[in-house]
């Protein structure tokens, strides 16, 4: 059964929610997501909806530029980014869930050898009949 659950960055200029099917997290250990302690959930695009103005987050992107790291103007809190495993979807920080991380499942991702182990997230997180990701 799926749930919406609401997050946001630590001011409250940004505000989420998105729709999860099991409540199941990705810990990547590359250097980008163990500075920023980023807790992974992709939810597709119809899966996610931003509750406040886009004008409130910033962007950051590297390497291939595929990733769209937003973070908040104001506190600097990463609660979601784009992707580059799923760029037509959305990836929630699991830290940032009103509810926090303590209920959810997490497993490790290998991200400081990302080419190697992306099939792995790819297969894991895999399309649903509906158009959605399931894990």
């Known amino acids: 059964m799926s749930e919406w659950l609401e997050g946001g960055c630590h001011c409250g200029a940004v505000r989420f929610r998105a729709r999860f099917d099991e409540r199941k997290a ?6 980008v997501c163990t500075k920023k302690g980023f807790l992974h959930a992709i939810v597709v695009a119809d899966d996610f909806e931003l509750l406040t103005d886009p004008a409130a987050l910033a962007t950051y992107t590297f390497g291939t530029h595929t990733a769209k790291h937003h973070f908040c103007r104001t506190c600097g ?40 182990s992306v099939d ?10 509906n158009g959605g990701w399931t894990s």
């Open 26 to 31: 990705i810990d990547c250990n590359c250097s």
């Open 77 to 116: 809190v990463h609660p979601y980014y784009v992707p580059r495993s799923h760029p037509d979807g959305f990836d929630v920080n699991v830290r940032c869930l009103d509810e926090g991380p303590d209920d959810w499942i997490v497993e490790p991702f290998d991200g400081q050898r990302w080419e190697e």
């Open 120 to 129: 792995s997230i790819r297969e894991t997180i895999s399309r649903r009949p």
